[in-house]
């Protein structure tokens, strides 16, 4: 059954063969105020696993209010959280699309996402792959160093976004992962601005097109003016990671990727978290900032696309049932209002992770901020609505969501990446490929699935009756006692004494393939001496390593960070500079071929 019609009461903002600055101009002449504060609110969304639209009261991971936002406080850009088949996708997409076309103008929702495609859940940042095809996190893709491939994979996102009504993508994350112990580097090209200033024009690219239309998913850029440099590499989602600083003088190295993002037609930007210490710029956080918003993106860059705060700058909210304080840092004394004005002096259109237009209306109705200055703002989101075709093909087919989402070649391409992007970085006595001795070898396994294991050995349970071990760990982190901040895996990146003495205890007792995970760069110079071969994934699965391990597959991966001797290294190099530790057990750029 096709898609339904638009809604079409003959107005000429609703006719598709008029300009669309035309049918902005027209729409926005009949907007009241509140219609207008609404559209500059960007807020998270749940839906039940069926499909259906979560209403006030119903139990759900981000409490939601569906009909309320959208027809009382009339908002109309969404960012769905939580996943589930892409048919129930398609038909919530469908069913919120409707409740917006009962409201007095008709202004279909434009929903967005944090990344889908990859390995890594966090409530804050990313969502587990689920029915869509399963790539490599960023750094993974970095690690190919293949602007084709990346250009691959968005364009296949795209197409598996477009199915079930996704039409903004929160990334891509483009800061330069500098400082080793930060959190958030697994969304990123790695820490050098030369690469990724060319993977992120594919990326765009393979989003939006060469321009932004119909068939197109709009790419919001983040974070800029680049998050790496955080102090000790705490994250800005909380009080204590909130400084950005630059000891080593390389805050246009940053800028770099922003660049290239816009070059390349970066239909929206996202200004960071990060509060700059120690430099020219006023020492409030990004999004407050109007030397970087207007004086640095829009005037020296020439970026003249949307500008949306991250995710609660103005309200306190609770998640997972704790109090978080807003990220308004540098401005924590300021009123919601107050806030909310300093925001949109400083050149920003629309406020992530937020639900209070009212906030805006009231600031217009005091004389404190213009409506032409409102105006400005609901130009750019309005123009992008037309841009994308949602006014006139707001619904999509189900049917067509359950063929496109996650099908064959799709999810073989994803496969095949993950295989490319793993990178071999220990191969002591020609260890790999395994298994090429005409028999099966014994093998002993920790953390890879048994069941996987026994396709490519004979799998016993002692690692004495062993020949081979494979052995798959992850990156060190601190545990933080805060449910939201827990997901953000931040601190150490070392092996204390107590976790590497059993890993140490096998790597000596049977030749050993350890697979190491790096959601950040681990430290891991014991583990690096004593193992057989080595391979790091930035996001795989056990058939994918195993399939590199046992000459399957060939590994082509080189890292995109170095990988530290030692804290005491971490900690004495500066955030802002790429490539900056001593002495590191593997440069930046290592990767052996097998």
Not at 359 to 376: F, N
């Amino acid at each position: 059954m096709p898609p339904a019609p638009a809604r079409n009461d003959g107005h000429p903002y609703q006719d598709p063969s008029l300009p669309v600055d035309a049918r902005v101009a027209d729409l926005l002449a009949r907007m009241t105020l509140e219609e207008k504060a609404g559209l500059l609110f960007h807020t998270m969304l749940a839906m039940h696993p069926d499909g259906r639209p979560v209403e006030a009261g119903d139990d759900a991971l981000v409490p939601s209010d569906t009909t309320g936002l959208l027809k009382s406080k009339l908002m109309s850009h969404v960012n769905l959280v939580g996943t589930t088949g892409p048919r129930q996708l398609a038909e919530w997409h469908n069913a919120v699309q409707e409740i917006a076309a009962g409201t007095r103008l008709g202004i279909p929702v434009t929903v967005s996402t944090d990344p889908r495609h990859s390995f890594t859940a966090n409530i804050g940042a990313s969502i587990q792959a689920g029915a869509f095809s399963a790539w490599p996190e960023p750094t993974g893709l970095a690690a190919t160093r293949d602007p084709e491939l990346v250009h691959r994979f968005a364009d296949i996102a795209r197409r598996e976004y477009l199915a079930v009504g996704l039409r903004v993508a929160l990334h891509p994350q483009i800061d330069l992962a500098t400082e080793p112990r930060w959190s958030r580097q697994s969304g990123t090209f790695g820490a050098d601005a030369t690469l990724t200033s060319e993977l992120v024009q594919a990326y765009v690219r393979g989003f939006q097109g060469d321009t932004l239309g119909p068939h197109s998913v709009a790419t919001m850029v983040k974070h800029f003016p680049g998050g790496g440099p955080q102090k000790d590499g705490e994250d800005p989602h909380f009080p204590h990671g909130k400084e950005q600083v630059y000891p080593g003088g390389m805050r246009d190295y940053h800028l770099e990727p922003f660049k290239a993002a816009i070059a390349a037609g970066a239909s929206q930007m996202m200004p960071y978290y990060g509060q700059p210490i120690g430099t020219d710029w006023e020492e409030v956080g990004f999004g407050f900032n109007k030397g970087v918003v207007t004086g640095l993106l829009r005037q020296r860059l020439g970026f003249d696309g949307i500008v949306c705060t991250d995710w609660g700058l103005l309200t306190d909210a609770s998640i997972f049932g704790e109090l978080h304080q807003a990220r308004a840092w540098g401005v924590e004394h300021l009123t919601v209002a107050e806030r909310a004005a300093k925001a949109l002096d400083a050149g920003a259109d629309q406020f992530g992770g937020e639900a209070c237009p009212e906030t805006v209306v009231e600031l217009v109705r005091t004389g404190r901020v213009t409506e032409e200055r409102i105006d400005a703002s609901v130009r750019r989101l309005l123009r992008e609505k037309f841009v994308l075709g949602l006014f006139d093909r707001p619904y999509v087919d189900p049917d067509l969501a359950e063929e496109v989402v996650g099908n064959s070649e799709f999810r073989a391409a994803g496969e095949a990446a993950q295989r490319r992007s793993l990178t071999v970085l220990v191969n002591r006595d020609k260890t790999l490929p395994a298994g090429t001795a005409g028999r099966r070898p014994k093998l002993y396994a920790e953390g890879v699935d048994a069941r996987v294991a026994a396709e490519y050995g004979d799998v016993v349970a002692d690692p004495a009756d062993a020949d081979l071990a494979v052995l798959r760990l992850h990156t060190p982190y601190e545990h933080r006692d805060n449910r939201f901040e827990s997901l953000f895996h931040s601190g150490r990146l070392d092996f204390t004494d107590e976790e590497l003495e059993p890993v140490l205890r096998l790597l000596d007792a049977v030749p050993t393939v350890v697979l190491l995970n790096l959601e950040r760069p681990a430290i891991v110079p014991e583990i690096a001496e004593r193992a057989a071969a080595l391979i790091a994934d930035y996001g795989a699965s056990d058939e994918a390593l195993l399939d590199v391990a046992f000459g399957r597959a060939t590994a082509e991966g080189r890292l995109p960070f170095e990988m530290p001797r030692s804290m005491a290294a971490v900690e004495a190099s500066r955030p802002d500079v790429p490539h900056d530790t001593a002495d590191p057990v593997f440069p930046y750029g290592s990767g052996l071929a097998i």
